[in-house]
């Protein structure tokens, strides 16, 4: 039981990793990304749907992003979902899809952008912590049960620090990788 402790740690420590992996893609960089879409939102007959579901998105220039629903009509509804989620980029309409042409991303864009990646970074360090102490908490109880000893409690607490230090190692990593991305001109 406290190797599955351990094994259900990580697992959630590596599902932090890809959380926060995905929110990464959402916030812009220097180019064109359809990732930056995804939490986009169209009203596609009265349901609440993924604009990737219903469209196709392409990237035809580093700066341009080309949205074409499969259902003509929803042109209009892809245009104003995109307005809503208020992207920092105005959709033009050309009748059979809608363009997003990205504006040149400013230093203060640049810079705001990094600080949101740092803040995700933090809040990912802070669910790893997090995830460490219930570990902890669950082999404390265990010794005090007399399931452990007191020298399985020290191992098992070492062993769930050597994962928080290499997940929060990799959270530092992917920030500085995407803030580098970001600040890339």
Known sequence: MPETILKE????????IDALIKEFS?????RANPKMLERVKVDYYGVETPISQIATISVPEATQIYIKPYDKNQVGDIEKAIFAANLGVTPSNDGVGVRLSLPP??????KSS???????????????RNIRREAISHYKKMEKASEISEDDLRYYE???QELTNKYTDKIDQLAKEKE???MHV
């Open 26 to 30: 959402s916030v812009r960089s220097g």
């Open 158 to 160: 070492d062993e769930v």
């Open 9 to 16: 740690t990580e697992k959630r420590m590596k599902q932090t």
């Open 105 to 110: 991303m400013t230093e203060e864009n640049r």
């Open 114 to 128: 990094a600080k949101e990646i740092h803040k995700m970074a933090e809040e990912s360090k802070v669910s790893i």
């Open 180 to 182: 580098t991305d970001i």
